[in-house]
T-cell receptor
Framework: GAVVSQHPSWVICKSGTSVKIECRSL??????MFWYRQFPKQSLMLMAT?????????EQGVEKDKFLINHASLTLSTLTVTSAHPEDSSFYIC??????????????FGPGTRLLVL | GQNIDQPTEMTATEGAIVQINCTYQ??????LFWYQQHAGEAPTFLSY????GLEEKGRFSSFLSRSKGYSYLLLKELQMKDSASYLC??????????FGAGTRLAVHP
């Protein structure tokens, strides 16, 4: 099946620093990847859609200058949380859409990255 | 508007059958996905419906009625490892998935 990896799985950083999270599709090419954030016992909230070779599309209320997204290749998207603050502490999950799987363009999720900002 | 409605919590006994209902309203519709999410982990894909009717996949089945904005996930022969959250996620405009809070299922011996 389609496999998506994320790195790192855990990050602890000081307030004001920037953190980069990588999302890779390991056995398929993904022209579109998605970045979500999930707070404890809440639903996944879509932050942005990452498009290979073009600018990301951000959801309403998500600051594009704070959450920088780069999708430089068909297998890699990165999310950089700039000047992180404690309220940015959350579980960040990426997904990649496998367009080669036929008419069902299933989104496969990475294992997630838990960010703790002190 | 967009809205997903699922029961917050359910309990069931090992070996039993449980049905998790989901009603939804979306501005566009490209199908409905069900995902399983264990605590502290990312969601894993379970099933997908785009046409009305039942899709069966081993112990899991999913049903869709587009006219009613309704779906359910049926889990048979429950096992302890099935204790998890189950997320109903319709695919709306631009193939974006819309997630509700999910249903936390607890399976007891």
């Amino acid at each position: 099946g389609a496999v998506v990896s994320q790195h790192p799985s855990w990050v602890i950083c000081k307030s004001g620093t920037s953190v980069k999270i990588e999302c890779r599709s390991l056995d398929f090419q993904a022209t579109t990847m998605f970045w979500y954030r999930q707070f404890p016992k809440q639903s996944l909230m879509l932050m942005a859609t990452s498009n290979e070779g073009s600018k990301a599309t951000y959801e309403q209320g998500v600051e594009k200058d704070k959450f920088l997204i780069n999708h430089a290749s068909l297998t890699l998207s990165t999310l950089t949380v700039t000047s992180a603050h404690p309220e940015d502490s959350s579980f960040y999950i990426c997904s990649a859409r496998d367009t080669s799987s036929g008419p069902v363009e299933t989104q496969y999720f990475g294992p997630g990255t838990r960010l703790l900002v002190l | 508007g967009q809205n997903i409605d699922q029961p917050t919590e359910m309990t069931a006994t090992e070996g039993a059958i449980v049905q998790i209902n989901c009603t939804y309203q979306t501005s566009g519709f490209n199908g409905l996905f069900w995902y399983q999410q264990h605590a502290g982990e990312a969601p894993t894909f379970l099933s997908y419906n785009v046409l009305d009717g039942l899709e069966e996949k081993g112990r899991f089945s999913s049903f869709l009625s587009r006219s009613k904005g309704y779906s359910y996930l049926l889990l048979k022969e429950l096992q302890m490892k099935d204790s998890a959250s189950y997320l109903c996620a319709p695919s709306g405009g631009y193939n974006k998935l819309i997630f509700g809070a999910g249903t936390r299922l607890a399976v007891h011996p």
